[in-house]
């Protein structure tokens, strides 16, 4: 503001032709010639400026427009008119608060569809948990019906300046409502167009989308490369709906209270979609849909993704033909009675999950349903042992590698299993020792060596006919094939008694001293 009344006096004590400066908003008096005291009529003039400028409403700035200093019977139609009055480029529409820190009622329609015209349409009021209806500046869409703005401008989808442009900075609500799973509305919340070619690469940030039948639709598969930064989709029945877009990015924010969360909108919508960071809980139906689809090609990769129910939900959160990814990231169900069928219902062509934490209040029959054609695997780390009938179950079970390590370290190891045969220079037994225990020779051994499943000992007790029981530690799924061999006299032992636990090797004689290696396997 000092810069802005320091340049004004410099414009009136350099109007040498001049008595006085006049603008229409106020009228300055130039010092008359041989006035010595110009600090008075300084601050006279300052003064002046201040009052005058503390009222200025500005229609633009620097190419900028204030949405609420156009004509229209409510915000809607004003943003309309700021769009009209924008260069054939299009610009920044600013959405100011109200002056009593209320929402915007609006019913006109929000439409930027001027092909080539770009739009940012931003708000510069802050809001936060003040109250749910109350954001300041925020645009509140009374119909339940229509769309409350529809986005349709882009024209050049490779063009390298195309990508400052979108939303900004907005809190969009339907009709105040703010219940889970919506309010039984039809509006849409933000609408892509499909006359041009939507809004590609634009970004979508700090943007809240509130209680609306669908929050966002990008149904222009030319809309491509959107990024959602911070979005906040809440009590809307779909949050998001989609066709094949090869592009839509979400990057943290919270998409929670909602009906479903993402939705594939028809038999072919192959969208590529990523998502980063975001929270989902309470949603009372799918965070995934893609049940719609008919053909395979939809891809979605979860990075470091937090899903979550209420605890009165069930944890299905990804179902339908999607070729899917996660990395990181917990996936949760809160409800402490009954039972979870699955987790993820794959129909696609591959499931790959990497790092990810499962847990389960109750119990889970499994964290992946693989039905065909799906092949994948499945490393993660079971937060809640015990709880999980199954990891991955469903007629492509076979075709998925599970590696799973579960907690506490208390509690035994669970099983890794491998759809294909393992190619490695060695496999060495390792963990705790086997405990062995024995009959004639092997009664008592010394020099143990080798891990749970492999190892070496020296059958120490009196010659004749032996016995070596093999305790791995680890209770097989069906039993222990075992080997043994008295290798200081090249004299084979043979498995006497199948075991899940201890199975027993006979030797026909070993002598005091000699040398046992033996071996297991888990089937």
Known sequence: MRVIRCLLFLLIATASFAQFVTTPNYSLKKPDSGIRNWGTYVNDNMDTIDAKLFHLTPQSLSGVVFADQFPGVDIGAKINAAYAALPAGGGTIIIPPTADGSCYNYTTPIVATTAGKYLLLEGVAASGATGLSSAAGCLNFTPT?????????????????????????????????FTTGGCGSSAVGIMTGTTNQGTYEATMQNVSVIGFGTGYSDLNNFSVDILWVNPQFFFNTVAVT????????????????NGTAFRASGASSTAELDVFATQFFGNTALAFDYTNLTTQGAQLNLFDVHLEDSPAGTANYINGKVDLYISGGLIEEDNASGTTNWMINATGQ?????????????????????NSPVRGKIAGFDGSNGHFTNYVNGANANNVTQMVSAGPSTTPAVPWVFESSLKTPFVASGGTAATLSGTGACASRSTQSGGAAAGQITCTGTTGASTLTITPGA?????????????????????????????????????????????CMAY
């Open 145 to 177: 019906s229509g769309n409350a703005i529809t986005l349709d401008y882009t024209t050049n989808p490779q063009s390298s300046l195309s990508a400052v442009h979108g939303l900004r900075d907005l809190v969009l609500i339907n009709n105040n409502c």
């Open 242 to 257: 989609f066709d094949h877009p090869t592009g839509i990015y979400f990057h943290a924010g919270t998409i929670a209270s």
């Open 350 to 370: 591959k499931v790959i999950i990497e790092g990810a934490t499962f847990s389960c209040a109750r119990t889970c029959t499994t964290v992946v349903a693989a």
């Open 475 to 519: 209770t097989a799924a069906n039993g222990w094939s075992c080997w043994a061999s008295d290798i200081t006299h090249t004299l084979a032992g043979s498995q006497s008694a199948a075991s899940t636990t201890a199975p027993v090797m006979t030797f026909s004689s070993v002598t005091a001293n000699d040398v046992v290696t033996f071996g």
